[in-house]
Structure formats: C-alpha cells, structure tokens
C-alpha cells in the first residue's frame, strides 16, 4: 500500500515539474502526509492542468453517510474496473498526485523499519489517482482522492509486497484524458522502472503523523 509521502514543492517549482501555470494559492509542503489529510492533485481543465485539493480517501458519489464509510487511501491496480468504489472514477475521473517521495515499511524480526523512497534524480513522482467528488443532501461537497497501487519492482520487492502506480511523463495525457478508453489506461498502471529509484532506511518518527520535518528522510544506520 502506499499510506505515507511527502511533497515539497511550493506553488512554482510544482508548476515547473508538471509543465502547467502556478496555483494561485500557497501550497504547504509536508514531510509525513498522511490518510485523511489534505492533499494536491492535478487535473485537466479547459486544455490545460491545474492543481487542487482533495482529502485522502475516496469517497463514491454513491455513498450516503461518509462517517460509516471506510474511505479507502488505495486502489489496486489489478480491480479498479471492478469495484464499485472505484469503477465510475477509472473511467472518467482520473488524477495525478504530484510527490516528491513516499514512505514503507519493511518486517523486520518483531519489529518494522521504514523505509524512503525518491526519484533518483530528485524530480517529481506523479502517482496515479483517482477522485470525486461527492455531494449530499443539503448540497455540501467533499472533493476526495485515492492513489493507486500495484506490484513492486525489483527495489520494492525487498521492502514491500506493494507500490504506488508512478506514471512516466510521456503517459501523463493519456492517463489524464477522460475519453481514453479504460483498457488503454489499464495498460499503464504497471511497476515504475527500478533504476530511476532509491531507497533507505530512515527514523521510527515517521510514525506519528505529528512529526512533520525534513529530519524524517534523512537517512539512518
């Protein structure tokens, strides 16, 4: 699963990496973003891709109370046409959610280590997601959002039996085109190459979603 990431860009290094025009709001960086936290997305909108905000765990348009419903932060790649909770958004409702790492925990003996992991060239993740946004009786609307996950590569292999779906550049229109056709998108939530990854052990902090700082990615023995 992918439960933890961070994203540190500010409004223009973001438009920078995603090749679109600032958001025109300050963005909060995070070290240690967390499920039912806010977070960015980017999405289509007028030939263009903006950015905007979305809280961290789906909810279907379908549902009728979101406090009795689990929000799930993660789709599987492999049943996303499949399941209620995430069919309409595969096909019509497709997002990338921009970071600059995120975190996993390997077993260990008793315990867990965790574990962050980047870009190796220190540019940007672009996780594929998912969103909607749901409206209830009275009119209220809640924007939510879900990353998508699928089988390691051979660096997520040793840590984790799961990893975020990252979409390479030269994919980003397609996935992010409403019209494309639900088989042709499925074909690109696959493992994210290898190579172009790294990994390393960092402190038990990240744990407690109140510690939130730049010492949390720093490596540890």
Known sequence: MCGRYTFIFDANSLAEAMGMVPPGY???RGYNIAPGQYIIYVKPERGQLVADVAHWGL?????K???EFSKPINGRAETLAEKPT???AFKRKRVIIPASGFYEWKAEGKGKQPFYIHPTDGDIFAFAGLMEDWQGPNGEVMV??????TEPNELMAGIHNRMPV???RGSWDLW??????VKVVQALLVPYPAELMAAHPVSAAVGNVRNDGPELIEPVA
């Open 144 to 149: 939510s959002a879900c990353i998508i996950t």
């Open 166 to 168: 990252i979409l390479p």
């Open 86 to 88: 995430f069919r309409t």
């Open 26 to 28: 300050t963005i909060k």
């Open 65 to 67: 109370d979101p406090d």
């Open 176 to 181: 992010l085109d409403p019209a494309a056709q």
């Open 59 to 63: 909810i279907p348009g379908w549902v």
